[in-house]
């Protein structure tokens, strides 16, 4: 069975930072292209920031919004991924969610909150 489970998240102040951690069990971790979906009360879920395989080229997608604030990695080895968020903005609170396999997959995690106060 498969199992993604996100930590890291948290209550801090505008200009702070957090590290998200997501550890997965049950499918071969090294295989799927991985990111990080954030979802705001009332707004659709987005896609943060993708990483593809070490096969592929590691190659990432940032949204626009992040840029140069976040920045996510994988370590195959632990079956880990992460996001470090930086320069922390109101905009930035949400529900973070770990995604193995795309967005159609049903490969997800429970979700953390991160909440950026003013």
């Known amino acids: 069975q498969v199992q993604l489970v996100e930590s890291g998240g948290g209550l801090v102040q505008t200009g702070g930072s957090l590290r998200l951690s997501c550890v997965a069990s049950g499918l071969h971790f090294s295989s799927y292209a991985l990111g990080w979906y954030r979802q705001a009360p009332g707004k659709q879920r987005e896609l943060v920031a993708l990483?593809?395989?070490?096969?592929?080229?590691?190659?990432?997608v940032y949204v626009d919004s992040v840029k140069g604030r976040f920045t996510i990695s994988r370590d195959d080895a632990k079956a880990s991924l992460y996001l470090q968020m930086n320069i922390l903005k109101p905009e930035d609170t949400a529900a973070y969610y770990c995604?193995?396999?795309?967005?159609?997959?049903?490969?997800w995690g429970q979700g953390t909150q991160v909440t950026v106060s003013s």
């Open positions: 990483i593809t395989t070490a096969s592929s080229g590691a190659e990432i």
């Open positions: 995604n193995a396999g795309g967005e159609s997959s049903p490969y």
